[in-house]
């Protein structure tokens, strides 16, 4: 246990440093976050809400929306780069399964890259905060960041990083905006393709928002009935909890079993060389 630990926390802590120097990274987020923010302060949809804490549940989804692709564009390498010929052999002399080092990847790139997000869900709460001279707006933002934005980073992080081990990163960045911006905001009332938006399996988590954190106006809140669109409410929001951890864990087991493959191919490889 201590083992894996320490590889753990030295992953997370080298991949930190690196993500840090990463001119992707800010380039995508910042002003994907930035653009979120602004939206949030001026969009009628959050304006119009009367009640302050509503307001920042809803200020939540739209920097949900718009900064958490963001990281599924900066970190859709991260663990391509790791399976460099002569790299992945390197790795795996080192103590520790690879699991753990992909774990620790994920982790210590993923920190760094929700930092600013989160920082400005926080902010929002703050202000909206300050203006009411209420703590609640502020606890929303907490409780938002949490359940929220946290979730949707994991999966689309998850997504990206196995679409950037399955073909070239640039495409996998363009997919990923693509498949974020399906699963969120297409809705089969408005164009005719089938799509989790406003259901249970959307990991945008309105189904959080409307319950926990008194957002209104969006898909979730709409009520189209049926097993995967039910009413929001406690419930339905720890099922779409629940829904999209798991598929954050599905995705980064599948991206594990590439990395795995991959690296058994290269050995079968030089052993017949041999």
Do not use: K
Request: proline share 5%.
């Amino acid at each position: 246990m201590s083992t894996t630990w320490s590889v753990l926390r030295g992953s997370a802590w080298y991949e930190a440093r690196m993500a840090t120097r990463g001119r992707v990274l800010w380039l995508s987020l910042l002003p994907l976050t930035a653009l979120a923010v602004v939206l949030a302060l001026s969009s009628p949809a959050v304006l119009g809400i009367a009640d302050p804490a509503g307001r920042v549940g809803t200020a939540v989804l739209v920097v949900t929306t718009f900064a958490v692709v963001g990281l599924g564009v900066a970190l859709a390498g991260r663990l391509s780069q790791h399976t460099r010929p002569g790299l992945t052999d390197l790795l795996d002399t080192t103590p520790g399964s690879r699991t753990t080092r992909m774990s620790g990847v994920l982790a210590g790139a993923l920190a760094v890259a929700l930092a600013p997000v989160l920082a400005a869900v926080v902010l929002l709460g703050t202000v909206v905060a300050i203006q009411v001279g209420q703590l609640r707006p502020l606890v929303v933002a907490v409780v938002g960041a949490i359940t929220v934005v946290l979730p949707a980073a994991l999966v689309i992080t998850a997504f990206a990083c196995l679409l950037g081990l399955l073909m070239p990163v640039a495409v996998a960045r363009v997919l990923v905006v693509a498949a974020w911006f399906w699963a969120t905001q297409l809705s089969p009332s408005i164009v005719p393709v089938p799509s989790p938006t406003g259901t249970i399996l959307s990991p945008l988590g309105g189904y959080q928002a409307v319950a926990w954190l008194g957002a209104r106006g969006i898909w979730a809140d709409r009520g189209r009935g049926g097993v995967l669109s039910p009413d929001a409410n406690t419930g339905s929001a720890l099922l779409n909890l629940v829904a999209v951890l798991a598929c954050a864990v599905l995705f980064f087991l599948a991206a594990r079993l590439v990395v795995g493959r991959r690296a058994s191919g290269r050995s079968t490889t030089e052993g017949v060389r041999q």
